[in-house]
Nanobody
Framework: QVQLVESGGGLVQAGGSLRLSCAAS????????MGWFRQAPGKERKFVAA?????????YYADSVKGRFTIPRDNAKATVYLQMNSLKPEDTALYYC????????????????WGQGTQVTVSS
């Protein structure tokens, strides 16, 4: 099993920045990719970004966040981040960290491990 714990959510004004963290523990050697999803009130959970834990591996972003969000990682800490810049009110959501073995994928059902979520609220 792999445990994921998110932190860093909060309230920020539009145009501001926020950094989320996701710390993995347990059988982390089984994880090849870690990603972020978000779920706005009344809407489905959607893919945001994902990255490989391997040096030189792939990184992928949803179109809605390209150029504004990045997903750096610190393998020594088994931690992945979501750096969010130029935030918009439509970025308001509960943000989840997820992890999986195997290839990078963007489907919610492709991920085996999930964190509990951290709330991000962007005020206009």
């Amino acid at each position: 099993q792999v445990q994921l714990v998110e932190s860093g959510g909060g309230l920020v004004q539009a145009g501001g920045s926020l950094r989320l963290s996701c710390a993995a523990s347990g059988r982390t050697f089984s994880v090849d990719h870690m990603g972020w999803f978000r779920q706005a009130p009344g809407k489905e959970r959607k893919f945001v970004a994902a990255t490989s834990r391997w040096s030189g591996g792939a990184t992928y972003y949803a179109d809605s966040v390209k150029g504004r969000f990045t997903i750096p990682r610190d393998n020594a800490k088994a931690t992945v981040y979501l750096q969010m810049n130029s935030l918009k009110p439509e970025d308001t959501a509960l943000y989840y960290c997820a992890a999986k073995p195997g290839a990078l994928q963007v489907g919610e059902n492709d991920y085996d491990y999930w964190g509990q979520g951290t709330q991000v609220t962007v005020s206009s």
